[in-house]
């Protein structure tokens, strides 16, 4: 069984920093494309960014360019997510993902494995 657990999150004021983490255990990591997804209340999950499996072909959200990197440690089947410059609205529940077709893809359907989330607030 392939579980996804997230940390990282927290409180923040606008402007800082955190690094959210997922430790995937129980499937072959390496050969996962992962993901992060955000969603906040009411709202339909989004594709933050996502990561193929072997490091070398990364994609972000237009809103988050140039501020969120997504990075990968296959020995330590881990993805992580360095978030700067951060803003009130990336305020939301944060979500890894991994997808076994390796398509890093933006589209949560293809995704096959979910962590249980992990809450990012981001105060003005």
């Known amino acids: 069984q392939v579980q996804l657990v997230e940390s990282g999150g927290g409180l923040v004021q606008a402007g800082g920093s955190l690094r959210l983490s997922c430790a995937v255990s129980?499937?072959?990591?390496?050969?996962?494309?992962m993901g992060w997804f955000r969603q906040t209340p009411g709202k339909v999950r989004e594709f933050v960014a996502g990561?193929?499996?072997?490091?070398?072909?990364?994609y972000n959200a237009d809103d988050v360019k140039g501020r969120f990197t997504i990075s990968r440690a296959n020995a330590k089947n881990t993805v992580y997510l360095q978030m700067n410059s951060l803003e009130p609205e990336d305020t939301a529940v944060y979500y890894c993902?991994?997808?076994?077709?390796?398509?890093?893809?933006?589209?949560?359907?293809?995704?096959?494995?979910w962590g249980q989330g992990t809450q990012v607030t981001v105060s003005s």
């Open positions: 993902a991994a997808d076994r077709t390796n398509s890093g893809s933006p589209n949560a359907r293809l995704y096959d494995y």
């Open positions: 129980g499937g072959t990591f390496s050969r996962y494309a």
């Open positions: 990561i193929r499996w072997s490091g070398a072909d990364t």
